[in-house]
């Protein structure tokens, strides 16, 4: 089977194939969280029950697939922690970069037998000369608290990770109930993952959920904090924010700005999700409601910045869908590549012969000569059915997109409910 696109012009992208788990179960929400990098990519089923005969429920697992030659995609691999325990939801936030791979597992128990309940971990995989991928590494915070969902959100880039706990406990004495915080980690020349820096927002508040959200790119990394209060005297509520931070010379990362959308209101949920690639980031907005006049209800948008020659990133566009309606969410989930960029709609009403109500659909951004971003492409499945949430997570990377529909109904007629997928488009 394979997926369509709708183009808005020239075609920027077609459709390849659908990747489903190869020992797919009811609900275990396979293509929650997906990542691409070059011929490989990977899929998180944060639901998945482990071990053998699946004792360990929801413990999670993590697919990875390679691009054969002749363009065909294949499972490679099935990831599981080697610690797994039921709940870690192992596979809830997953990126990959080259021979690395990271997963988070943010229910995983941390400290000395396993007694912080909670405080989460991020795992890295390492594919070796012989195509094989093994755990190299479990990262843990160095202030490790119980409840910090450490692993939530994870990203990969080179030799730098990133790895969010939204509701860690921040400022001195840990007094800031769940403001957030994210963690980077930098692969050294032996090979060992060693922490570098805990960031935390420089304005931080109680429930700020810093760390929602987090990406990174080279020296930069960006942080999202989609229920910080904006505005003058922080009277926006959850209005939401993004932070960028760089790493200088010496090897400290500092925070170097903090993004708001122009457009601010009350429970925007900007920084809901976020991306970054070289000297362009993408905010989304899961909330936000579109139009003129904001006439629909959490139609939703994405934000563009770019980074100028001083340092200073500039808000460059708003991105909203060309057929918004209510309810569409667009934005729930974002990711730039070069000249283009990708935004999910896990909500969209699609249409197969009548509306399909929560299909979902994600919208391909393309930076045109004059540097305004222009919507190409409205990709959906060709098998959507209700409620798949065909949109839930993207990535794009170079000449690929893989985009998450982790409601999908799986198996001959769809008779595994809630088991999930994930679509590759070239």
């Known amino acids: ?87 870690d939801n192992f596979g809830i936030s997953v990126s990959i970069s080259g021979d690395y791979a990271i997963v988070g597992a943010p229910g995983e128990d941390g400290g000395i037998g396993d007694l912080v309940s909670g405080a989460g971990a991020a795992y890295i995989f390492e594919r070796d000369s012989g195509g094989t991928w093994n755990q190299q590494t479990i990262l843990h915070a160095s202030d490790l608290q119980a409840n910090d969902s450490f692993g939530y959100s994870v990203a990969i880039s080179g030799n730098h990770a990133i790895v969010g706990a939204f509701t860690e406990n921040g400022g001195a004495g840990d007094h800031f109930s769940h403001a957030g915080a994210a963690y980077i980690f930098e692969r050294d020349s032996g090979g060992t993952w060693n922490q570098q820096a805990i960031l935390h927002a420089s304005d931080l508040q109680v429930n700020d959920y810093f760390g929602f959200s987090a990406a990174i790119s080279g020296d930069y990394a960006i942080v999202g904090a989609r229920l910080e209060d904006g505005g003058a005297g922080d009277l926006v509520t959850d209005a939401g924010a993004a932070y960028i931070f760089e790493k200088d010379s010496g090897g400290t990362w500092n925070q170097q700005q903090i993004l708001h959308a122009s457009d601010m209101q009350s429970t925007d949920w900007f920084g809901y999700s976020v991306a970054i ?35 200073t990133w500039n808000q460059q566009q708003i991105l909203h869908a060309s057929d918004m309606q209510a309810f569409d969410y667009f934005g729930t989930a974002v990711s730039i590549s070069g000249n283009r960029a990708i935004v999910g709609a896990c909500s969209k009403e699609g249409v197969s012969g009548g509306p399909v109500s929560r299909a979902g659909a994600a919208y391909v951004f393309e930076r045109d000569s004059g540097g305004a971003w222009m919507e190409r492409t409205i990709l959906q499945a060709s098998d959507m059915q209700a409620d798949d949430f065909f949109g839930d997570s993207v990535c794009i990377s170079e000449n690929y997109i893989i985009v998450g529909a982790d409601f999908e109904d799986g198996g001959d007629s769809g008779t595994v409910s809630n088991t999930g997928a994930a679509y590759i488009f070239e």
């Not at 696109?5 to 190869?22: G, Q």
């Not at 990977?42 to 429920?57: H, K, N, R």
């Open 1 to 87: 089977m394979i997926a369509r696109f709708i183009p808005k012009s020239s075609p920027a992208v077609s459709a390849e194939i659908i990747l489903h788990a190869s020992d797919m179960q009811t609900e275990d929400f396979f293509g929650y969280s997906v990542s691409i990098s070059g011929n490989y990519a990977i899929v998180g089923s944060f639901y998945e029950d482990g071990g053998d005969s699946d004792p360990a429920l929801t413990a999670g697992a993590a697919y990875i697939f390679e691009r054969a030659s002749g363009g065909g995609w294949t499972q490679r691999v099935i990831l599981h922690a080697s610690d797994m325990q039921a709940n």
């Open 277 to 311: 690639s070289g000297s362009y980031a993408v905010v989304g907005a899961q909330y936000e409601d579109g139009g003129n006049g904001d006439p629909f209800q959490c139609a939703s948008a994405a934000y563009i910045f770019e980074r100028d020659s001083g340092g």
